[in-house]
């Protein structure tokens, strides 16, 4: 019998609470990317970037779909009940999720540089307003510099509610992570293992990084760790269709549903599961030991 649908992606993120393969130190790239934040976006104090009103490429064209699919064979993927996870249809109905290739626009806001941190995250807790995270005493996912985890959706919400914003749509959190020109990732097109904390330890970490690791390769929006590191709930419900009919200018999921869409990827991942294109359902009371969130704010 195959894996439902919710069982095999409870296992894309529920992979982040076994210990990485390996731990190795951190090397340079001989191919490095030449990072650049594309013009629009300006930095808000020290803790948003500011995203411009306007137009950028969401989703995947088909051919880009069979490039996921090369993706996801060229890592060192276990079969599930004899089939292999590339060919497996609950992976195969998230890539199609992804269709179409089509040009939206979104209002102007902000959004987090940063991941939330432990210690963000618990002021809200000593305020009286947040659950405490059910990773807060892990001895390295529990730092305060770290992105706190293994929180539901409605706690991200009630966080961000807290802290004057919001969870973004996944549209904003895409546009951010690709730019008005639709990267692939957000450094750029190749699959690049250490521009993130990513699982496979090539990176230098085994659990969670600081919330302001991997500074060095912002997103084009100037936002950090956008992939890899924790992966992040947005605000919208999922829907495998909701791409199509979608409006033009400022897209939202649907209006109900029991499961919500997590957007990036994680140091419980391979880098795969990292492009900007990525989405994927999970279910908004459940937790994941590599599963956070970030906030947007609306511009008045």
Same mark, same amino acid.
């Given at each position: 019998?195959?894996?439902?649908?919710?069982?095999?992606?409870?296992?894309?993120?529920?992979?982040?609470?076994?210990?990485?393969?390996?731990?190795?130190?951190?090397?340079?790239?001989?191919?490095?990317?030449?990072?650049?934040?594309?013009?629009?976006?300006?930095?808000?104090?020290?803790?948003?970037?500011?995203?411009?009103?306007?137009?950028?490429?969401? $989703?995947?064209? =088909?051919? /880009?779909? #069979?490039?996921? +699919?090369?993706?996801?064979?060229?890592?060192? !993927?276990?079969?599930?009940? &004899?089939?292999?996870?590339?060919?497996?249809?609950?992976?195969?109905?998230?890539?199609?999720?992804?269709?179409?290739?089509?040009?939206?626009?979104?209002?102007?806001?902000?959004?987090?540089?940063?991941?939330?941190?432990?210690?963000?995250?618990?002021?809200?807790?000593?305020?009286?307003?947040?659950?405490?995270?059910?990773?807060?005493?892990?001895?390295?996912?529990?730092?305060?510099?770290?992105?706190?985890?293994?929180?539901?959706?409605?706690?991200?919400?009630?966080?961000?509610?807290?802290?004057? $914003?919001?969870? =973004?749509? /996944?549209? #904003?959190?895409? +546009?951010?992570?690709?730019?008005?020109?639709? !990267?692939?990732?957000?450094? &750029?097109?190749?699959?690049?293992?250490?521009?993130?904390?990513?699982?496979?330890?090539?990176?230098?970490?085994?659990?969670?990084?600081?919330?302001?690791?991997?500074?060095?390769?912002?997103?084009?929006?100037?936002?950090?760790?956008?992939?890899?590191?924790?992966?992040?709930?947005?605000?919208?419900?999922?829907?495998?269709?909701?791409?199509?009919?979608?409006?033009?200018?400022?897209?939202?999921?649907?209006?109900?549903?029991?499961?919500?869409?997590?957007?990036?990827?994680?140091?419980?991942?391979?880098?795969?599961?990292?492009?900007?294109?990525?989405?994927?359902?999970?279910?908004?009371?459940?937790?994941?030991?590599?599963?956070?969130?970030?906030?947007?704010?609306?511009?008045?």
């Amino acid at each position: 019998m195959s894996l439902s649908r919710g069982a095999l992606l409870l296992l894309l993120l529920a992979c982040g609470s076994t210990q990485r393969d390996t731990q190795s130190e951190t090397n340079p790239l001989p191919d490095r990317p030449n990072f650049e934040i594309e013009p629009g976006p300006e930095l808000v104090a020290s803790d948003r970037v500011r995203i411009t009103d306007g137009e950028f490429v969401r $989703g995947s064209r =088909p051919a /880009e779909f #069979e490039r996921a +699919r090369d993706l996801c064979r060229e890592m060192d !993927r276990a079969a599930l009940d &004899g089939e292999e996870l590339c060919e497996h249809p609950g992976f195969l109905m998230m890539l199609a999720s992804e269709i179409p290739h089509r040009t939206i626009s979104l209002s102007a806001y902000e959004l987090d540089r940063r991941e939330v941190s432990n210690a963000r995250y618990e002021e809200c807790v000593q305020a009286g307003i947040c659950l405490p995270s059910d990773a807060a005493l892990h001895p390295i996912l529990g730092r305060p510099n770290h992105p706190v985890v293994s929180v539901t959706w409605p706690q991200a919400d009630a966080f961000c509610r807290w802290a004057g $914003g919001r969870l =973004p749509s /996944e549209a #904003e959190w895409e +546009r951010a992570a690709r730019g008005i020109l639709g !990267r692939t990732f957000p450094w &750029g097109e190749a699959a690049h293992p250490r521009l993130g904390n990513f699982r496979g330890g090539i990176d230098g970490y085994e659990y969670s990084a600081p919330v302001d690791s991997f500074s060095d390769v912002p997103s084009p929006s100037g936002a950090w760790n956008l992939a890899g590191n924790a992966a992040e709930w947005v605000a919208d419900y999922w829907s495998e269709d909701s791409y199509e009919g979608s409006p033009r200018h400022n897209p939202r999921g649907p209006r109900t549903g029991g499961e919500r869409i997590v957007r990036g990827g994680s140091f419980g991942q391979f880098v795969d599961l990292a492009r900007s294109a990525s989405r994927r359902p999970f279910p908004e009371g459940n937790r994941s030991p590599d599963l956070g969130f970030r906030c947007a704010y609306d511009i008045e």
